[in-house]
């Protein structure tokens, strides 16, 4: 009753808009092939023909579900994108289609141009007027609006385990069936489900009709008593909804073995249409280097880890859809850890918001706080926080966890950190409860980045309470590496301590921190200039930022109990620009001068050939002699990297 009461109102749309524009519309077709689709993200054919008059301003809107109002489009497509032939009139786009667990439609616009009273896109862009719509396309249908889709793999707490999650449109009863034969998947884990309502949503626009679409049911199931190291085989869905294809991954490395993983954050998501936000297409080639890495790592233990602004959906839930179809292919293969984000979180009426931090935690979250993130993913832990409304309490705030000899301490830059709060003693009581002797690196990872030479005004007050606070028990409890988001950019810093670089005699101790926000989003505001000239592009930069990029991409980390290794990879080429080593701070075999001993490649251009690096190595024993190795890079054409050793000699310290 409801969809045929909604096909009434558009036919009188269609006749009322005809009158008004005293124009035949009659004429107009929108056709769309093929109207059932098996599996989300295949791809349909829009065709129309009959357009008079056609302008460059004339557009299709994409409606899920059908029952939309016209000004509820996910997205649009300009004619004129089309072939030269829209000229004509006529022409044809196509468009892959995510399984939302609803039909589509597409509307065609005759386009007006912008007035005072347009809408805009977070480009600048005038949105199009549904003033004057010409054309409705039959629907386009799922075989199964139950598909499993969304599918991704966490860690839990437990060694051993690994989590699966996905979606599908009805509470089913569904299964996770898996192996460790491809064609023999004989075991089986029931999962759980839940949901989150409109209602939930805090703000705006996650709460409107324009914003708001029905997440689905989150599944949730667990593999538990897993070999580590050991290749498994799995499929998730129900006889009811179906199956999904077959995925494998990597189980846990055992304890002491190496350790890789993949890191980045501020990845966003993108859309092959025009929407209400601005999306971040520099994500694909991001996802496209991940993949590469996790072939070429084939049987090795490998998670990824996701700091931050997640899914950019802020409030439009389609986004959040999209994200998860474009991560599933490395997210279905290795454990995806995140932590939160001002994205996923900040409204005007969050419960941690002091003073000092009004002009810092906003409505960056567009209405969702945190909800969506808190139920479409599970980290290990059970660090919540009420949000003081009907919604959900918030989820995977601050949690650890050991993957082979590296511990990783996540936490939350939205939420208090500040001693005296719960997760700051969780902070100081997960560090000091590290054993060394069995994870000899530790890293910590949060979103918001104590050090930057960012011109980030609007974080000052938090980065200071930060680095008041929390740096002293990094520094305490000898961090290694601290990694960050929300700076769209690249920079490694020195061992630094209060914006000084550590001696590099081993007198001192502090973390090496390294700026990972180059992920997808391509917003960001310019280095942090000249004091005296700050109207000109003048960006001097710290002596204690060892090495800053605007590229994008993400970070390699491979790490034995005696060397970390943490490798940026840029996304123009798919290779290492810079990479940092770190001596395992507390490994027997090392003095305690080599505790600081840093290595380092800074990659000095894309049109070179060759490199040269000089790295500062000290030697074991009571005379902490030093030595400097030149090594010489050679980028061959088959496009990996050759090493050649040229000289070794003494270096007087």
């Known amino acids: 009753m409801r969809e045929s009461q909604a096909r009434m109102r558009i036919a009188l749309a269609i006749l009322l808009t ?55 489009f996910i997205g649009y497509l300009l004619l004129s994108s089309s072939s030269a032939a829209w000229r004509e009139g006529k022409g044809s786009l196509q468009l892959p289609l995510v399984n939302m667990r609803a039909a589509y439609q597409l509307r065609l616009f005759r386009g007006i141009p912008p007035s005072k009273s347009s809408r805009f896109d977070e480009d600048g862009n005038p949105l199009p007027s549904t003033d004057s719509r010409l054309a409705v396309s039959d629907d386009v249908q799922f075989a199964s609006f139950n598909e499993p889709t969304q599918i991704h793999l966490s860690l839990t707490s437990n060694f051993g385990e690994v989590r699966v999650m996905f979606v599908t449109r009805d509470a089913l009863e569904c299964f ?108 694909a080639s991001t996802l496209k280097w991940l993949e590469r890495d996790l072939d070429e790592l084939e049987d090795k233990p490998t998670f990824i880890s996701h700091i931050g602004d997640i899914s950019y959906a802020r409030g439009y839930a389609w986004l959040w859809d999209e994200f998860f179809h ?29 003073d ?48 082979g000899v590296v511990h990783f301490l ?45 011109h980030e005004v609007r974080d000052g007050p938090v980065r200071s309470r930060m680095l008041e606070h929390l740096e002293p028990v990094l520094v305490k409890n000898r961090v290694d590496v601290a990694l960050w ?9 020195c061992a630094v301590k209060n914006f000084s670089c550590a001696a590099a005699d081993g007198s001192s101790f502090a973390p090496v921190h390294v700026v990972i926000g180059m992920g997808g989003q391509d917003w960001q505001p310019q280095w942090e200039p000249r004091s005296d000239h700050p109207e000109y592009p003048i960006f001097p930069q710290p002596e204690w930022s060892v090495f800053r990029s605007e590229e ?64 500062l190595w000290f030697a074991v024993g009571g005379f902490f002699a030093a030595t400097i190795l030149l090594s010489v890079w050679k980028k061959r054409s088959d496009s990996k990297v050759e090493w050649k050793r040229l000289e070794m000699r003494p270096l007087e310290v």
């Open 552 to 615: 994008f991409g993400y970070v390699r980390l491979h790490a034995t109990k005696e060397l970390l290794r943490l490798s940026y990879v840029g996304n123009g080429d798919g290779e290492v620009h810079d990479y940092v080593e770190i001596p395992a701070s507390s490994s027997m075999l090392l003095s305690s001068s080599q505790q600081n001993a840093v290595r380092s490649i800074d990659r000095a251009g894309s049109g070179a050939n060759y490199f040269f690096t000089a790295s």
């Open 356 to 403: 000092w931090a009004l002009r810092v935690y906003g409505t960056d979250g567009g209405g969702e706080c945190g909800v969506p993130y808190s139920l479409k993913f599970q980290m290990p832990g059970n660090s919540t926080l009420l949000t003081g409304t009907k919604a959900p309490a918030t989820k995977n705030l601050y949690f650890s966890l050991d993957f």
């Open 326 to 354: 474009r991560i599933q292919p490395v997210a279905a293969r290795a454990p995806y850890t995140v932590c939160i984000g001002n994205h996923e979180y900040d409204w005007p009426l969050q419960p941690w918001k002091p």
């Open 18 to 72: 005809a009158a008004a524009i005293g124009g035949r519309v009659d004429s107009v077709t929108l056709d769309v092939s093929p109207k059932v689709l098996d599996r989300s993200g295949e791809i349909i054919t829009v065709e129309w023909s009959g357009l008079e008059s056609p302008s460059p301003l004339d557009w299709i809107g994409i409606y899920t579900p059908p029952d939309s109002l016209d000004g509820n």
């Open 176 to 283: 996770i069936l898996y192996g460790t034969e491809q064609d023999s998947l004989d075991l089986t884990v029931a999962t759980k489900s839940i949901t989150y309502q409109q209602g939930d949503m805090c703000d705006e626009p996650a709460n409107t009709t324009l914003g708001w679409r029905n997440p689905g049911y989150i599944h949730d199931g667990v593999l538990g008593k897993l070999k580590p190291s050991k290749r498994y085989f799995y499929q998730v869905g129900s006889k009811e909804g179906g199956w999904s294809k077959t995925y494998s991954f990597v189980s846990s490395p055992e304890e002491g073995d190496e350790t890789n993983a993949l890191l980045f954050g501020d990845l966003g998501t993108t859309v092959p249409y025009k929407t209400f936000l601005w999306t971040q297409a520099q994500s």
């Open 485 to 493: 988001g929300h700076v769209h950019k690249y920079e490694r810093t």
């Open 410 to 454: 996540y936490f939350s830059t939205e939420t208090d950190f500040l001693p005296g709060s719960r997760q700051y003693e969780f902070i100081v009581r997960d560090l000091e409860a590290v054993d060394r002797s069995k994870v000899p690196f530790v890293v910590v990872l949060g979103h918001r980045p104590m050090y930057t030479s960012n």
